[in-house]
């Protein structure tokens, strides 16, 4: 065997154990043994903790969403924290002070010091964490509660809806959610899930703890401090968040910025790489292979050129035609077979460029990674 065809099998199975295998292997660990979660309804006082930029379009419906929130009203408390908005923000947030809603000021200096500005105004035992444009399902609060009824659930999150997909490139973004829920489901199943869904997720107060300045990803920091007190962090999929589809060129953003924060939180949390982790061989499988991906591509493509007739040209022609389908995808008809065969390649190369672009953590500053998410409907 040569050394040209060690690399290009060794990437190919890289590549399958990583989108396929692995998925599948996860599930059949749930099937034998998976640990269930006690759930009981106990009534807990909450700090409802909701971060907030320039949410002018979104933060009145949101606000309603929460007031409207299936839970004790008197075991609330609703602080908006306005990270120094320049829009009628603050204004819209101050017409429900009568209905119990606290508007906290801080300057811009980025969604990690609003949160913490939030939690050392949170009096709750419960800190509830939620951000500015996803509206609630009314019983989503009281089905993260429950979770807690369990001594072992540290973090409970819910699940994130993906509304009304119009166009096929914003269909398969939601076919990526709905395999990325799935695996994260099975994740909570058989331990933690190393990470919550920022929109939608609940934590013990005292398992709280303060938030670098520049933390890209609260929703695993956080988490990541109860799992390695022992917690579990789960997904409770009853508990929604409802948002709308976003452009391919939003996701594109979102997915550099949970990629570049994956290795911030390698950073902070060398023990993810280590026993310590008692979730390793997930961790490595689904967050640290997710950034090697596009690297094994590459050895698939290089060593391709150099593999024995008439390989080398049957396997650059199958690579050349998967490249040239997601090219073309911008000019087919949005309907029919064709279009979901390239939109599903170019959202695929779209998010390997992601992961290759996340690198830049290293040496950018991390607010060159927050981006505005366009909103592909009429709000």
């Given at each position: 065997?040569t050394w040209a065809t060690t690399i290009f099998l060794g990437a190919v199975a890289f590549i399958l154990y990583v989108l396929i295998i692995y998925?599948?292997?996860?599930?059949?660990?749930?099937?034998?043994?998976?640990?269930?979660?006690?759930?009981?309804?106990?009534?807990?006082?909450?700090?409802?903790?909701?971060?907030?930029?320039?949410?002018?379009?979104?933060?009145?419906?949101?606000?309603?969403?929460?007031?409207?929130?299936?839970?004790?009203?008197?075991?609330?408390?609703?602080?908006?924290?306005?990270?120094?908005?320049?829009?009628?923000?603050?204004?819209?947030?101050?017409?429900?002070?009568?209905?119990?809603?606290?508007?906290?000021?801080?300057?811009?200096?980025?969604?990690?010091?609003?949160?913490?500005?939030?939690?050392?105004?949170?009096?709750?035992?419960?800190?509830?964490?939620?951000?500015?444009?996803?509206?609630?399902?009314?019983?989503?609060?009281?089905?993260?509660?429950?979770?807690?009824?369990?001594?072992?659930?540290?973090?409970?999150?819910?699940?994130?809806?993906?509304?009304?997909?119009?166009?096929?490139?914003?269909?398969?973004?939601?076919?990526?959610?709905?395999?990325?829920?799935?695996?994260?489901?099975?994740?909570?199943?058989?331990?933690?899930?190393?990470?919550?869904?920022?929109?939608?997720?609940?934590?013990?107060?005292?398992?709280?703890?303060?938030?670098?300045?520049?933390?890209?990803?609260?929703?695993?920091?956080?988490?990541?401090?109860?799992?390695?007190?022992?917690?579990?962090?789960?997904?409770?999929?009853?508990?929604?968040?409802?948002?709308?589809?976003?452009?391919?060129?939003?996701?594109?953003?979102?997915?550099?910025?949970?990629?570049?924060?994956?290795?911030?939180?390698?950073?902070?949390?060398?023990?993810?790489?280590?026993?310590?982790?008692?979730?390793?061989?997930?961790?490595?499988?689904?967050?640290?292979?997710?950034?090697?991906?596009?690297?094994?591509?590459?050895?698939?493509?290089?060593?391709?050129?150099?593999?024995?007739?008439?390989?080398?040209?049957?396997?650059?022609?199958?690579?050349?035609?998967?490249?040239?389908?997601?090219?073309?995808?911008?000019?087919?008809?949005?309907?029919?077979?064709?279009?979901?065969?390239?939109?599903?390649?170019?959202?695929?190369?779209?998010?390997?460029?992601?992961?290759?672009?996340?690198?830049?953590?290293?040496?950018?500053?991390e607010k060159e990674f927050w981006r505005h998410t366009k909103i592909k409907v009429d709000l």
């Amino acid at each position: 065997m040569t050394w040209a065809t060690t690399i290009f099998l060794g990437a190919v199975a890289f590549i399958l154990y990583v989108l396929i295998i692995y998925p599948l292997l996860l599930d059949l660990r749930v099937r034998v043994h998976a640990r269930p979660v006690r759930k009981e309804w106990q009534p807990r006082t909450v700090s409802i903790v909701l971060p907030v930029y320039n949410g002018e379009p979104w933060i009145g419906n949101k606000l309603q969403s929460v007031l409207n929130l299936d839970y004790p009203r008197e075991l609330l408390q609703i602080l908006v924290i306005s990270d120094g908005s320049t829009d009628r923000t603050d204004e819209i947030a101050g017409q429900f002070a009568s209905s119990g809603v606290e508007l906290i000021r801080v300057p811009h200096l980025g969604k990690a010091v609003a949160l913490n500005a939030g939690v050392a105004r949170a009096t709750g035992e419960i800190l509830f964490f939620t951000d500015a444009r996803q509206p609630l399902e009314a019983p989503s609060l009281r089905k993260l509660i429950e979770c807690f009824a369990d001594p072992e659930v540290g973090v409970a999150s819910g699940a994130l809806i993906i509304q009304n997909p119009q166009s096929q490139q914003q269909k398969q973004v939601g076919l990526y959610w709905r395999y990325e829920k799935w695996i994260r489901m099975r994740l909570s199943q058989v331990d933690s899930v190393l990470g919550a869904t920022g929109c939608i997720y609940a934590m013990r107060r005292e398992l709280a703890v303060p938030l670098p300045a520049g933390t890209l990803v609260d929703d695993m920091y956080l988490p990541l401090a109860a799992f390695f007190r022992g917690y579990r962090v789960i997904l409770e999929r009853e508990a929604k968040a409802f948002d709308y589809p976003t452009s391919i060129e939003s996701e594109f953003d979102r997915k550099v910025r949970t990629l570049a924060g994956v290795i911030q939180i390698i950073r902070a949390y060398p023990a993810l790489l280590g026993p310590r982790n008692r979730m390793w061989i997930h961790f490595m499988s689904h967050k640290v292979s997710r950034l090697l991906l596009p690297y094994a591509l590459a050895a698939v493509f290089i060593s391709s050129m150099w593999l024995p007739p008439p390989w080398a040209k049957v396997t650059l022609a199958a690579q050349s035609a998967f490249f040239w389908i997601a090219v073309i995808d911008s000019w087919v008809p949005d309907r029919g077979l064709l279009k979901r065969i390239t939109s599903a390649s170019r959202t695929f190369l779209i998010l390997m460029g992601a992961a290759i672009c996340a690198v830049s953590i290293l040496f950018s500053p991390e607010k060159e990674f927050w981006r505005h998410t366009k909103i592909k409907v009429d709000l």
